[in-house]
């Protein structure tokens, strides 16, 4: 083999991996905690994670260590963007300490946590100083009442509202966002609710569609409100207009207020599939690498870290998974090709 075709073999390799649908790995969502202090209907129902429920031991869970090796492989790979998650990731000890880690790798430009809230009143400043980019709640009403019974009686609203005033406070420099997932017969009737609160506010309020993530949460289509129906409400009230995508993949279709009151988003992974733009791998808290959200099975990373694997190992090993990867379940429910199957439970990868 000449010189320059070993140079031309290494260039190869090292390039960004492409999946077979010619996707980019660019974004690698991280679950930190398994467990989480809600009980929330269509992600951990109570009546499938009631007190008996076993959960992982701590040394079941990647340590901090092992977490950092990953995302750095990952961000050698192309990876530019981390999202810690759970279950509820500021259940984890000393999270913050992580952040900063995280913070100091090279190549990633986005840092962000999605959380459900309750206990971001007393760690939003920390995690700011730590380099958290930006923060995403969970907030599907803002009725106490109907917040308890969707939180399965274990959160109150107004923990949740001060969370939201202490990220204010904390500055993200890439703001906040809050994710309201939409129900037909729960919670339809309070979306321009949260659009009113929000409006002006610098937020930005995103619907997502009831997706069947996971088997446990009795998903229907008909409990599905289209994304464009939710749309149609709030720009009969506020006129919106479309806003374009701000870096290819980009999941919520964005739209602003005509009136200079800030923007909303939509997230149709049922009515509107976006599977072609996906650019998005999973770590479980166990070290279980997803492909999808919608996955049925893994790939072990936690018995190679922990078996000696070398860092080129390691990253092969990713650089594989993503050459092989073809997933588009969302597609195939739209066609009915694959309505339903068993699929990871989404406390265990976030969302």
């Not at 204010?168 to 009113?196: M, S, Y």
Request: charged residues 30%; contains cysteine; proline residues 4%.
């Amino acid at each position: 083999m000449s010189a320059l075709q070993s140079i031309v073999d290494l260039r190869t390799v090292d390039a960004p991996p492409l999946d077979r649908r010619g996707r980019a790995l660019r974004d690698l969502r991280v679950s930190v905690m398994d467990r989480c202090n809600f009980r929330c209907p269509y992600c951990m129902p109570e009546s499938m994670y009631g007190e008996h429920f076993r959960f992982l031991g701590n040394d079941e869970r990647l340590s901090f260590d092992e977490i950092e090796r990953l995302c750095r492989l990952a961000a050698q790979l192309g990876v530019g963007k981390l999202r810690l998650t759970g279950g509820e990731p500021l259940l984890r000890p000393h999270v913050a300490e992580l952040v900063a880690r995280l913070r100091r790798i090279d190549g990633i430009a986005d840092l962000a946590m999605t959380t459900n809230g309750v206990l971001l009143d007393r760690q939003a400043a920390r995690l700011r100083d730590a380099g958290l980019d930006r923060i995403t709640i969970s907030l599907d009403t803002l009725d106490p009442v109907l917040f308890h019974r969707l939180s399965g009686g274990r959160g109150a609203l107004d923990e949740v509202l001060a969370g939201i005033e202490a990220a204010q406070a904390a500055d993200f420099p890439r703001g906040i966002k809050l994710n309201a997932v939409i129900r037909r017969g729960v919670n339809e009737h309070g979306a321009t609710d949260l659009a009113e609160r929000f409006r002006g506010s610098g937020i930005v309020l995103r619907f997502i569609e009831y997706m069947d993530v996971g088997n446990r949460n009795d998903w229907a289509a008909d409990a599905v409100v289209p994304a464009r129906e939710l749309i149609e409400r709030i720009d009969a009230r506020w006129p919106l207009e479309a806003v374009p995508a701000q870096y290819p993949g980009e999941v919520a279709t964005r739209f602003r207020f005509r009136d200079g009151a800030g923007e909303i988003g939509v997230i149709a992974s049922v009515s509107a599939p976006f599977c072609g733009d996906c650019t998005r791998a999973r770590l479980s808290s166990e070290g279980m690498l997803y492909t999808c959200l919608f996955a049925t099975h893994g790939t072990d990373l936690r018995g190679p870290l922990r078996g000696g694997a070398s860092d080129e190992a390691l990253r092969r090993q990713l650089r594989q998974l993503w050459l092989q990867r073809a997933d588009r379940y969302s597609e195939e429910r739209a066609e009915q090709r694959k309505p339903s199957r068993r699929k990871i439970e989404m406390h265990y990868i976030g969302g």
